[in-house]
C-alpha cells in the first residue's frame, strides 16, 4: 500500500503529469471551439447536419465534442486535475508548516549567490553581542525582522515579507476554487435555450426547451416560473451589423405575479437562481393558415433566421404539419429596397407535394395562394428570439476563486519572502562577519538591496570600531 501511494504522489506531483493534464485540457477547448455546440447553435443546425452528414454528426455526438463542456470524460479530465493541484497545495503547506522557523546554513559563496565577507581588525574591547546589536539595528531599519538567533547570538536570520513565502499557496487554493467551480458546473450545471415569439410565452418545464445541456449528475430542469415575450427589437449600424439587440419580458412566478424586466446582450437577468442571457439567434416567425378541401384550417408559425445583409432574403425549407407538404421560403421585409424592417413584406413561396410542385410565386401579406384544391393564407409576421437561461451554483466559489488568486498575486509578485542570512566569527582580536541572502523573485533588485545593507553595515561598523573594514 505504500509504494502504491508513493506511486500516485510521484505520478500526481510529477512535471509531466501537470503540463499533460493541461495539454489535454487545452486540446479540448480547441475541439469545444472549433466544433459547434449544443449551447450554442439552434437545434435546426444540427438537424440539417445530421441530414446532411449523418455519419459525421453520429461520430462527434458518440464521442460528445458537440457537448465538451458537459461530457463524462471532460468531468474526469477536470477531476485529474483538481487531484493534482489538490496535493500539490497538500505538499507545499506541509513543507512550510515543518519549516516554522529558518534552518541554520553554512555562508558561503558557494550556497548564497549574493554573499559578503567583512573583517574586522583588532576588534577589542567591544563584546560580540554588542556587534550583534548593531547588525540587527541595520536589518530592522530596512524592514527585515530576525527570525533565527543561535550560536550564542553569532548566528541570525533575517527575513521580510515571511508572509509571502505562502503566495503559491494561497494562488494555487484559488486555482484549486475555479476547478471546483467548473467541476460543479460540469456535474450540476443546467441550461437551456428556447425560441420564443412575440406575445408567445414559455412555461418553464423540462420538457418544453428547445435544446439544453445538463451536466453529468444534474436532474431535470424546471425553471418554477414563466417568461413571455413581449416585444423583441434589433437594432442596427450602417454596415448591416447587429448593434444591439433587445426583449421586453414579463415575468410570472408560481402565485401568479407578474413582472416586467428587459433583456440585451450587455445586460442579463438574475431570476430566482438562474441566470438568463439574450442569445444572437434571431429572425422573423411568419404564420400561415393551410385551408383543407374538406374545410379544416391549420396553423402554423415557421421560424426564419435573420440574414447577415440587409440585400439577404429571410430563408427557409420545411414541411407543412398534419399534411403532405412541403415548402421553400424567402422572404423579403421590404419589396421596395433592401432592409431588414417588415415595412413592406412579402415572401416568395415554393410549395411542393409528395414531390410535385403546387404553387410558386410571391405572396404578399394578407394573400393567399392556390394549392391545386386546398389554398394557404399569409397572415401573420412577428420576431422571433433565442433566450439562454443557465442555473450554476458553483458561482459563489468562483467569487473566492478570484479573492484567493489576487491575494496569491500580490504575496507572490508584490511581496516576495527575502531571507539573509548573519554569521560573526570571532578568532583572537579579528572579526569576520558572513553575508549570505537570497530570494525567489526579482533577484537583481534582491540584490541591490543586498549591496545598499552590506555597505551600511560596513560603514557602521566600520566606524564604530574606529578601524577600517576591508571587503574579502
Known amino acids: 500500500m505504500t509504494f502504491l501511494m508513493q506511486k500516485v504522489k510521484r505520478f500526481l506531483l510529477s512535471r509531466n503529469t501537470v503540463i499533460s493534464l493541461i495539454c489535454a485540457v487545452g486540446i479540448s477547448c480547441v475541439v469545444g471551439s472549433t ?6 447553435q439552434t437545434p435546426q443546425f444540427f438537424e440539417e447536419w ?14 460528445q465534442f458537440n457537448r465538451v463542456y458537459t461530457s ?12 493534482s493541484l489538490s496535493y500539490s497545495i497538500y505538499h507545499q503547506s506541509k513543507v512550510l508548516i515543518k519549516s516554522k522557523r529558518p534552518a541554520q546554513r553554512e555562508i558561503t559563496e558557494h550556497s548564497f549567490k549574493d554573499f559578503l565577507s567583512l573583517r574586522i581588525v583588532h576588534w577589542s574591547g567591544v563584546r560580540v553581542d554588542g556587534l550583534a546589536h548593531v547588525i540587527k ?13 543561535a550560536d550564542e547570538s553569532k548566528y541570525f536570520v533575517f527575513g521580510k515579507n515571511r508572509a509571502g513565502r505562502w503566495g503559491n499557496v494561497i494562488f494555487h487554493t484559488g486555482l484549486l476554487f475555479c476547478i471546483a467551480a467548473a467541476l460543479y458546473g460540469l456535474a450540476l450545471q443546467k441550461r437551456g435555450f428556447i425560441q420564443l415569439k ?14 439544453k445541456t445538463l451536466g453529468v449528475f444534474a436532474g431535470d430542469f424546471n425553471l418554477g416560473f414563466q417568461i413571455v415575450l413581449n416585444k423583441f427589437s434589433p437594432v442596427y449600424w450602417e454596415n448591416d451589423k447587429v448593434k444591439d439587440l433587445k426583449s421586453s419580458l414579463t415575468l410570472v412566478d408560481t402565485k401568479g405575479s407578474a413582472s416586467q424586466f428587459a433583456l440585451s446582450p450587455v445586460s442579463p437577468v438574475d431570476i430566482n437562481g438562474t441566470r438568463v442571457y439574450q442569445s444572437n439567434y434571431y429572425g422573423y416567425a411568419l404564420g400561415f393558415v393551410m385551408q383543407k378541401e374538406d374545410g379544416n384550417k391549420v396553423f402554423c408559425d415557421f421560424l426564419l433566421n435573420a440574414p447577415g445583409k440587409k440585400d439577404e432574403a429571410f430563408v427557409g425549407k420545411t414541411d407543412f404539419p398534419s399534411t403532405d407538404y412541403m415548402i421553400e421560403m424567402e422572404f423579403h421585409p421590404n419589396l421596395i ?7 413592406l413584406p ?3 413561396l415554393t410549395v411542393t407535394e409528395n414531390g410535385e410542385q403546387r404553387f410558386k410565386g410571391r405572396v404578399l401579406f394578407s394573400q393567399r395562394a392556390r394549392l391545386n384544391k386546398d389554398s394557404l393564407a399569409f397572415v401573420r409576421i412577428r420576431y422571433w428570439t433565442g433566450l439562454n437561461f443557465v442555473r450554476n451554483y458553483g458561482m459563489p466559489l468562483v467569487y473566492i476563486c478570484f479573492a484567493l488568486i489576487t491575494l496569491g498575486s500580490i504575496l507572490i509578485f508584490v511581496l516576495p519572502y527575502k531571507e539573509i542570512c548573519v554569521k560573526i566569527a570571532q578568532e583572537g582580536d579579528d572579526v569576520r562577519v558572513h553575508i549570505g541572502g537570497q530570494t525567489k523573485r526579482y533577484g537583481a533588485l534582491f540584490s541591490l538591496e543586498f549591496k ?6 560596513e560603514g557602521l561598523l566600520g566606524e564604530h570600531g574606529k578601524h577600517s573594514v576591508a571587503q574579502v
Open 35 to 40: 466544433i459547434p455546440q449544443v449551447a450554442g
Open 50 to 63: 445530421k441530414a446532411e452528414s449523418p455519419r459525421i454528426y453520429h461520430f462527434i455526438d458518440l464521442l
Open 72 to 83: 463524462a470524460w471532460f468531468l474526469i479530465l477536470v477531476a485529474l486535475i483538481a487531484l
Open 137 to 149: 539595528e541595520v536589518f530592522e531599519a530596512k524592514g527585515y525582522r530576525p527570525y533565527l538567533m
Open 198 to 211: 412575440e406575445t408567445s410565452a414559455f412555461q418553464g418545464n423540462d420538457e418544453d426547451w428547445t435544446a
Open 337 to 343: 429596397k433592401p432592409s431588414f424592417y417588415a415595412t
Open 346 to 348: 412579402g415572401v416568395d
Open 452 to 457: 545598499v545593507l552590506a555597505e551600511r553595515l
